[in-house]
């Protein structure tokens, strides 16, 4: 089992910085995923990271704004965001849990939800002009 608590969204204006966090819980986690989601639309990839932690990929829509990390010793994972746009708006969540080995559960760049076994609760993120 594992769970999943998010911090750090808030308000900020366009330009601007935040940085989430997920803090897990449980098992080990090899690897995560960061999705947001707003009202209407289906939940998107933002960011996910690879066992070990030198591979991550992004979204095109927010290469070279966001950088995502994990401290293993932690199990906690970071999504930092900079130049915020409008459009970045959403409730973002961090989910991990694709494939079990022992007592880690590890992910590969999934950027489907339906690969996901665990989420967070969310953390809204709101971009004003």
């Known amino acids: 089992q594992v769970q999943l608590v998010e911090s750090g969204g808030g308000s900020v204006q366009a330009g601007g910085s935040l940085r989430l966090s997920c803090t897990a819980s449980?098992?080990?986690?090899?690897?995560v995923g960061w999705f947001r989601q707003v009202p209407g639309k289906e939940r998107e990839g933002v960011a996910a990271?690879?066992?070990?932690?030198?591979?991550?990929r992004y979204a095109d829509s927010v290469k070279g704004r966001f950088t995502i990390s994990q401290d293993n010793a932690k199990n906690t994972m970071t999504l930092q965001m900079n130049s915020l746009k409008i459009e970045d708006t959403a409730m973002y969540y961090c989910?991990?849990?694709?494939?079990?080995?022992?007592?880690?559960?590890?992910?590969?760049?999934?950027?489907?939800?339906?690969?996901?076994?665990?989420w967070g609760q969310g953390t809204q993120v709101t971009v004003s002009s």
């Open positions: 989910a991990a849990g694709n494939r079990r080995s022992g007592s880690s559960w590890y992910v590969y760049g999934h950027f489907s939800p339906s690969e996901y076994n665990y």
């Open positions: 449980g098992d080990i986690l090899r690897g």
């Open positions: 990271i690879y066992p070990g932690g030198s591979t991550t």
